[in-house]
């Protein structure tokens, strides 16, 4: 479903090309998950943004569900990432303006056709993430665990089949981010997305099928990193 293959990235500088990530493959199946680790700055992010086409690679191909986001112009791109890609940031990014029903809704306002169903789903991953009693409640209102579990909601709400996590625990306490973490989990299991998860937490790395380490531009397995 998810092919990665001899992607490369580097940009330019008054020093030469800087090489942030060399000769990186992967290939996933619904319902695979691996976590990537490694030193700050070691090009983790950068990854993340160009598996979900938000940056292109220097060279290199990914397809998901066979298509190549990026031969695609730029509104069927962003329509392409809006259907088939649920991004998790450390930041949860939540319009402050906004409810948590509002919130998990977003990603369904780019389409007119966006109606009953759609609300039925956002409330009903509204009550999986544990929120429903604050449903109509703003982000101001929330502790920093409850407005990640509103961010997790709305990357499900398209059901994609890919879905980025970077730091999503990152900010939290240690008891907000072990309840983040099993959600996550569960719903990536009950909903066999696609799940690749940055994080400089090992134990959270230890939890997902596969474990990479991304050093020096290079993506490798763990010795042992397949559960």
């Known amino acids: 479903m998810l092919e990665v293959q001899h992607?490369?990235?580097?940009?330019?500088?008054?020093?030469?090309?800087?090489?942030?990530l060399h000769d990186i493959n992967l290939s996933l199946q619904r319902g695979d998950?691996?976590?990537?680790?490694g030193p700050s700055g070691s090009g983790k992010s950068t990854l993340l943004y160009i598996l979900g086409a938000l940056e292109p690679p220097?060279?290199?191909?990914?397809?998901?569900?066979?298509?190549?986001?990026?031969?695609?112009?730029?509104?069927?791109?962003?329509?392409?990432?809006n259907r088939k890609i649920g991004f998790v940031f450390q930041e949860h990014h939540l319009?402050?303006?906004?409810?948590v029903l509002e919130n998990v809704l977003i990603p369904t306002l780019v389409e007119p056709q966006a109606g009953a169903a759609e609300r039925q789903r956002a409330i009903d991953l509204?009550?999986?993430v544990g929120l429903e009693p604050r449903i109509h409640h703003r982000p101001h209102q929330l502790s920093g665990?409850?407005?990640q579990r509103v961010a997790l909601a709305r990357a499900l709400i398209r059901e994609p089949g890919l879905l980025l996590c970077d730091e999503p625990t990152g900010n939290l306490d240690h008891d907000?981010?072990?309840?983040v973490a099993g959600l996550l989990l569960e719903l990536h299991k009950r909903q066999r997305t696609v799940l690749i998860l940055v994080t400089h937490n090992l134990d959270l790395a230890a939890r997902l099928k596969f474990r990479y380490r991304l050093s020096d531009g290079k993506l490798q397995l763990f010795p042992g990193g397949g559960n």
């Open 7 to 20: 992607v490369s990235k580097s940009y330019p500088t008054p020093a030469g090309d800087l090489q942030v």
């Open 33 to 37: 998950s691996i976590s990537i680790v």
């Open 58 to 81: 220097t060279s290199g191909i990914i397809r998901l569900d066979g298509q190549n986001p990026l031969d695609l112009e730029d509104r069927q791109l962003s329509l392409f990432r």
């Open 95 to 99: 319009l402050p303006q906004c409810d």
């Open 126 to 128: 509204i009550g999986q």
């Open 145 to 147: 665990g409850e407005k």
């Open 176 to 179: 907000s981010s072990e309840a």
